[in-house]
């Protein structure tokens, strides 16, 4: 039982990437997951359908299906990638911003359909008060809807957090496996039931992800409360 919780070295440096990419996933689509949420919420146009779609996709795809594509757009020889890496130096296929980047793709559906069901839960009649009173709109959204909207964006902001910690299929395709770069605990997992005598560490890095898992939940759950708290509103 005392091995069970003795971690090596190498499989806190496991751990270390894996916060490290999920930390860096949830900053990247922040922003972009919010513009669209409050789109797919407030605004009614021809494709609508489709950019709901697209933005989902990733939830109903093989996970190898993005890293398939990443690889083709942003691969050292890929559509993309090839000018990014030309022009600019930068390489994302095998590397850890890559798996960043699958991260991302797998995790933005999550956060904005958690921060789309909490915008399109805004009263609009305060929004529309509001900017009677000469407010212009991006002021109404940065202190009335986002303000009360914000236990739906939190949550979508754990929700793609925890995501990226469980993400494999789209990471191991474009990135691939590299320890020390891109093998973060879901691809260290696998690696560790591959050869022998890996059930043991195997097994550390499953209890550690479950209380990864476990542990985003109940921040999630009190930072969640506090926030209906704020807004005035009693959330058993």
């Not at 964006?153 to 691939?176: D, K, N, P, Q, W």
């Amino acid at each position: 039982m005392f091995e069970l919780l003795q971690f090596t070295p190498s499989e806190l440096s496991i751990l270390a990437l894996s916060l490290k990419v999920a930390g860096f996933c949830v900053l990247l689509i922040l922003v972009p997951a919010i513009i669209v949420a409050w789109i797919l919420a407030r605004k009614s146009f021809y494709g609508k359908s489709l950019l709901d779609g697209l933005v989902h996709l990733p939830l109903v795809l093989p996970p190898v299906v993005p890293g398939f594509l990443l690889l083709l757009l942003l691969g050292n020889q890929g559509l993309i990638g090839q000018y990014l890496h030309r022009v600019f130096g930068v390489s994302l296929a095998f590397t850890w911003a890559g798996a960043v980047v699958a991260s991302a793709v797998m995790a933005f559906p999550l956060m904005v359909r958690s921060a789309r069901l909490a915008i399109s839960q805004v009263d609009r009649n305060l929004e529309v008060a509001a900017q009677s009173l000469g407010t212009n709109p991006m002021r109404v959204f940065f202190t009335i809807t986002l303000p009360l909207a914000m236990p739906g964006v939190i949550t979508g902001l754990i929700l793609a957090f925890s995501r990226s910690l469980g993400e494999f299929g789209a990471t191991i395709t474009f990135v691939g496996n590299i320890e020390g770069e891109t093998r973060t605990l879901p691809l260290a997992i696998y690696s560790y039931t591959q050869v022998p005598d890996g059930d043991l560490p195997a097994m550390r890095l499953v209890i550690l992800s479950m209380a990864l898992a476990l542990g985003a939940l109940m921040v999630s759950d009190k930072l969640e409360r506090n926030a209906y708290k704020k807004i005035g509103y009693a959330h058993d």
